[in-house]
């Protein structure tokens, strides 16, 4: 069956911080991809996103992720954290076609450090 | 304006009793979803309809029911719940089911006691 592994429930970061929260499929079709962060009591907001093409994704908040079809991974990073960063991040890949559904990832909570 | 609104979204209800969240999209996309994210916060589909029409339907019990009486709205009836029942329900909705982004409403938090 097909899922999404995201290493790491929790992960804690100083401000000003690299943030690197990992993300992996499994499926040997190449899905599309996607990054979503969740503020407390908030719906998701689409963070990126790959379909196709270039396989290094910028996104909102300074955020960006590399699609590496030979590790199955889309880990999501960005240079610097900040203190607004923290939140809950949920990678979820899909397949394409109108019943294929976004499969979601169990999230990763960051925490950001003063 | 709201992309994708939901009502209510609190509600607290008694094992037994019957409601409805309701969820509107002014985004003029075609497919609409309901996913279901428990306690611990894990997001997992329940429908999708594209264009009204039924087009994904996991493996829900019988007395979650959706209705899309147009392709702006999506609504969720809920029978006879169960403490089981008790999570943050959202809906969501695309352009094109599966590839594009789908953009989420902010929830509806469901305590049944």
């Known amino acids: 069956a097909q899922s999404v592994t995201q290493l790491g429930s929790h992960v804690s970061v100083s401000e000003g911080a690299l943030v690197l929260l990992r993300c992996n499929y499994s499926?040997?079709?190449?899905?599309?991809l996607f990054w979503y962060v969740q503020y407390p009591n908030q719906g998701l907001q689409l963070l990126l996103k790959?379909?196709?093409?270039?396989?290094l994704v910028k996104g909102i908040n300074g955020f960006e992720a590399e699609f590496k079809k030979s590790e199955t991974s889309f880990h999501l990073t960005k240079p610097s954290a900040h203190m607004s960063d923290a939140a809950e991040y949920f990678c979820?890949?899909?397949?394409?076609?109108?019943?294929?559904?976004?499969?979601f990832g169990t999230g990763t909570l960051l925490a950001v450090q003063p | 304006d709201t992309a994708v609104s939901q009502t209510p979204k609190y509600l607290v209800t008694q094992m037994g009793n019957d409601k409805s969240i309701k969820c509107e999209q002014n985004?003029?996309?075609?497919?609409m979803y309901w996913y279901k994210q428990d306690s611990k916060k894990f997001l997992k589909i329940m429908f999708s309809?594209?264009?009204?029409?039924?087009?994904i339907n996991e493996t829900v019990p019988n007395r979650f029911s959706p209705k899309s009486p147009d392709k702006a709205h999506l609504n969720l009836h809920i029978n006879s719940l169960e403490l089981g029942d008790s999570a943050v329900y959202f809906c969501?909705?695309?352009?094109?089911?599966?590839?594009?982004?789908?953009?989420f409403g902010p929830g509806t938090r469901l305590t049944v006691l």
């Open positions: 499926s040997s079709v190449p899905p599309y």
């Open positions: 985004l003029g996309h075609d497919t």
């Open positions: 969501a909705s695309s352009q094109v089911a599966g590839r594009d982004e789908q953009f």
């Open positions: 790959y379909t196709t093409g270039a396989t």
């Open positions: 309809y594209n264009n009204k029409e039924l087009i």
């Open positions: 979820a890949v899909s397949y394409g076609g109108a019943t294929n559904k976004l499969i």
